[in-house]
Nanobody, 126 residues
Framework: QVQLVESGGGLVQPGGSLRLSCAASEFTLDLHAIGWFRQAPGREREGVSC??????????YYADFVKGRFTISRDDAKNTVYLQMNSLKPEDTAVYYC???WGCGYRMPLGDFRSWGQGTQVTVSS
């Protein structure tokens, strides 16, 4: 059973930065996609960013609301995917989750992803 563990959340002021990590076990990142999702209180879980690989060539996806601010990357040697979040806004406040899929799909459909981590809280507030 694949396990994913998120870390790196915390409290940050608007305009600040955080880097989230998603550490994975028992599989090879090169053969799977990892997606970052978030869920704010009272809202549905939504896709934020995803990184996958086609013919060993990485590709990425970003939701419109994070383009230009967030960067997803991976370290295959550590089986870890990172989400660098810059220029954070109060509306980025949410629990952030990572999950695995065979591919990122079209706008990261929730049903394609499995083995959800426990989540890490990100709070953007002054």
């Amino acid at each position: 059973q694949v396990q994913l563990v998120e870390s790196g959340g915390g409290l940050v002021q608007p305009g600040g930065s955080l880097r989230l990590s998603c550490a994975a076990s028992e599989f090879t990142l090169d053969l799977h996609a990892i997606g970052w999702f978030r869920q704010a209180p009272g809202r549905e879980r939504e896709g934020v960013s995803c990184i996958g690989s086609t013919d060993h060539t990485p590709y990425t996806y970003y939701a419109d609301f994070v383009k230009g601010r967030f960067t997803i990357s991976r370290d295959d040697a550590k089986n870890t995917v990172y989400l660098q979040m810059n220029s954070l806004k109060p509306e980025d406040t949410a629990v952030y989750y990572c999950a695995i899929a065979w591919g990122c799909g079209y706008r990261m459909p929730l049903g394609d992803f499995r083995s959800w981590g426990q989540g890490t809280q990100v709070t953007v507030s002054s």
